[in-house]
């Protein structure tokens, strides 16, 4: 049997419910190849079923099968959207001071709370983009310079009045502050585009107040307009998940996945997934 064929094998597997061999399954996948993102993806399947028993073999087997400086880097970006930061800023450090490295060190950092060592890997980049912008403004949230942080997403929103995610900071930011007032008329005033976006940031402000049933309305209707939005889906599997529709949840997480793998969105679903299980 080929290495798909197995993988559909097991993706079958979980789909009618048969857990159980799942993870001996998915390491005598991972034994038998020697590429890194086989391996990657193994990991991800075994994440997406609750059950980190052999996480561990997987992560000897993917630190012995990097070869490159490339692959290390892509492999670091994998296992931090999984949900393992410290192990992939382990392998960040091997790689130098670039740009892309000090980034994906700083996303690390962030997902570990280091939020000043993270503003310092940020800063020292050289060719800033949005994203490094809108991780600075959480940055500073989160360490409680909330007057800086609403700065720093405003002027971020001056250069980027249409970019999705400097949106969602911007709208955080001010909550993060205090000015949750503020922060919905922002979002009001943008859904009169009725874009999938705009839909989609209302149901981001709206799960943040705690306003679940909004939050729900407005992803779907970004969802409905576009079927591949992240940030609309994302905030969808967080409200069935919050509902207790948690196989519902799993799937959007599992489309999430489809659309744009690795993506941190997924690990947020599934974690909460887990909350609301336990």
Not at 160 to 184: F, N
Request: proline share 2%.
């Amino acid at each position: 049997m080929d290495t798909e064929a197995e993988f559909a094998a097991v993706r079958k597997d979980i789909s009618e419910g048969r857990l159980s061999e799942v993870p001996l399954k998915i390491r005598s996948i991972a034994e038998s190849s020697d590429e890194p993102f086989t391996i990657i993806k193994c990991m991800s399947l075994l994440k997406s079923v609750g059950d980190d028993s052999v996480m561990l073999d997987l992560m000897k087997m993917l630190t012995s099968s990097l070869k490159d400086d490339e692959t290390r880097l892509q492999s670091a970006i994998a296992l931090r959207s999984l949900g393992y930061p410290s192990n992939a800023l382990g392998f960040l450090k091997e790689l130098g001071d670039g740009d892309r490295v000090l980034r994906e060190s700083a996303r690390c950092l962030m997902d570990m709370e280091e939020y000043d060592a993270a503003l310092d890997r940020l800063r020292a980049i050289a060719e800033q983009t949005s994203e490094d912008g809108c991780m600075v403004v959480e940055s500073l949230s989160s360490l409680g310079e909330h007057s800086d942080a609403v700065r720093e997403a405003s002027s971020l929103l001056s250069k980027y009045p249409k970019d999705y995610d400097v949106r969602v900071r911007y709208a955080s930011a001010l909550i993060s502050a205090g000015r949750q007032k503020e922060a919905v008329k922002f979002v009001r005033d943008g859904l009169k585009d009725k874009s999938a976006d705009s839909n989609a940031l209302a149901g981001y402000v709206m799960w943040v107040i705690g306003n679940v049933k909004s939050a729900g309305a407005y992803s779907s209707r970004a969802v409905q307009i576009d079927n591949k939005h992240v940030g609309g889906m994302e905030v969808l599997g967080l409200c069935l998940a919050e509902k207790g529709e948690i196989d519902k949840a799993r799937i959007v997480a599992g489309a999430i996945n489809e659309v744009r793998p690795g993506d941190k969105a997924v690990l947020n679903i599934l974690s909460y997934c887990e909350l609301k299980s336990s």
